[in-house]
């Protein structure tokens, strides 16, 4: 006998319960937990045989592949973080803060490419179409063909464009503020947005239309609404940017056509959305030269080399435990680099504040970062401004050996191309001779802050023989 089994399932995270309650306990959200009946194995129909599966033929890896069909939307930074464009019948969510630009990014996306011959429409829930048409005349764009509409019933919209040629674009700007006949509850709630979004990627595969879906973040950074939005979609791009500065990064959290290490970085200009081909031209535009606690940092960004200055200030305290903040790099990894400096380099930090920022509003992932935080925080400490003309890259391991990192070759070349003299570098990029650069490999981090120590004004290590337990 076939037993039905009520659970209660939390339409945000997917937890199950056995009885309904308000709150989500793994994931802490209100109200989203929905009855769901799912029955147990299903016993074979009565005088019939159960059903045998039908035979399908297995294929070898190895035989012709064929690249999924794209459309560059002719935006070179935005094509460069999905991959080479849109695939047809791909589904993209795009979050980010309000008012950071998602909406000025996707309405010059849109007219770049019905520039190009293509029908793209966009869908605005949150302006009226006077509203964007007004932020297309601001962005010189209005002699563009793009279809415009102000609608919210995902029904309506489906219908609308299924209804002439389908288009190769379609954006919806946003997701919360769609909702379907299908779903009784309010839109915007969570049940909503997952009917809405369930519609229009079945649309999107139906159709071969490329769809972009608006998400908004909420106050911790998670794209609002159900998280299973998220693993609906093909890809999920995320819009930042620092509030005080003009760059945008567009990265790419997750992308089944593509890779996802690649950053497009833009300007947000009067006349909207500038694309920067050379970031790392941006990100040292500004640099305050010769002042001690600032290493420029040779990074590598997907398959784009960029270099970014790295600021350290390492200050005496007032406070029994000494504060330590970074901003737009990791939080561990800056306390392993303060750990080696001081287990292994003779640096006492414990009665200071370490202050850790990277320029610009980037945020760097890279372990490769190592050495040029490491440096910056002991020029600031002792006081020794780093040479001007010097690039540094290497991971620092937790023996306090500097150890190699990838695409050596193509970080010094950036740095050369940009006017840079000399690098430090991990021990094995010693054979990197022909990039130009009067190359300085180090082995041991303790090498390098002797170096830097010994040119400053205040001592990074206090005599040897004092420290300790003695
Ligand atoms: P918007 O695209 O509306 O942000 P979102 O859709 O992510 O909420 O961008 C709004 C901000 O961008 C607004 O604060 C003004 C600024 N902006 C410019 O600086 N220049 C421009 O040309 C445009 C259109 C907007
Ligand atoms: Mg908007």
């Known amino acids: 006998m076939a037993r039905r089994i009520l659970s209660f399932v939390c339409q945000n995270c997917g937890a199950a319960y056995g009885r309904w309650q308000g709150k989500c306990d793994a994931c802490g959200e209100w109200n989203t937990i929905a009855e769901e009946t799912a029955s147990t194995a299903r016993p074979a129909m009565p005088g019939r045989a159960p059903r045998k599966g039908r035979l399908f033929a297995l294929e070898p890896l190895s035989g012709e592949a064929h690249d999924a069909p794209r459309l560059a939307s002719g935006v ?19 979050g980010g803060d309000p008012g950071i630009g998602k909406s000025t990014l996707l309405i010059q996306v849109a007219a770049t490419l019905a520039r190009g011959g293509h029908r793209a429409v966009y869908i605005s829930g949150e302006e009226a179409v006077a509203q964007v048409r007004l932020r297309a005349e601001r962005l010189g764009l209005a002699g563009a063909e793009v279809a415009l509409a102000a ?7 489906i219908a609308t464009l299924s209804e002439r040629d389908t288009p190769r674009l379609v954006i919806i700007d946003s997701i919360q503020t769609m909702w379907t006949d299908v779903v009784e509850s309010a839109p915007g709630t969570v049940t909503q947005v997952r009917g809405a979004a369930q519609a229009l990627i079945r649309f999107a595969k139906r159709s071969g239309a490329a769809v972009i879906l608006v998400g908004h973040v909420t106050k911790d950074g998670q794209i609002a609404g159900p998280r299973v939005v998220e693993h609906m979609v093909d890809a999920v791009l995320s819009f930042e940017g620092e509030g005080s500065h003009q760059f945008r990064i567009l990265r790419a959290v997750k992308n089944r056509f593509g890779p996802t ?16 081909a050379n970031p790392s031209e941006l990100f040292l535009s500004e640099r305050d030269l010769g002042s001690p606690g600032t290493a420029v940092f ?19 305290t007032s406070l029994g435990t ?6 737009g790099w990791d939080q561990n990894r800056l306390s392993m680099v303060l750990a080696v400096l001081e287990a292994h380099c003779g640096v006492r930090l414990s009665g200071h504040d370490v202050y850790l920022n990277v320029a610009g509003g980037l945020r760097i992932q890279e372990p490769a970062a190592d050495l040029a935080a490491a440096a910056a925080l002991v020029s600031s400490l002792a006081n020794a401004p780093l040479p001007p003309d010097a690039v540094f890259f290497g991971e620092v391991s937790l023996s306090g050996a500097i150890r190699p990192v990838a695409q050596t070759a193509a970080r010094l070349k950036e740095a050369a191309k940009l006017g840079f003299a000399r690098a430090v570098v991990p021990d094995a990029a010693r054979a990197e001779a022909e990039s130009g650069l009067s190359l300085k490999p180090v082995a041991m981090l303790s090498g390098l802050v002797a170096d830097i120590a010994a040119r400053g004004t205040r001592p990074a290590r206090p005599d040897r023989r004092a420290v300790g337990d003695g």
């Open 298 to 316: 040779a990074g590598i960004e997907g398959s784009r080399p960029l270099l970014v200055e790295i600021q350290a200030l390492v200050a005496p």
């Open 261 to 276: 290490d690649e950053i497009g970085v833009f300007e947000m200009t009067g006349a909207g959305l500038r694309e920067i």
């Open 76 to 94: 070179a930074e935005f094509d460069r973080v999905t991959g080479g464009g849109f695939v047809r019948g791909s589904v993209l969510l795009l």
């Open 322 to 327: 000494p504060r330590r903040a970074v901003v």
């Open 151 to 157: 609608e919210t019933s995902v029904e309506d919209i």
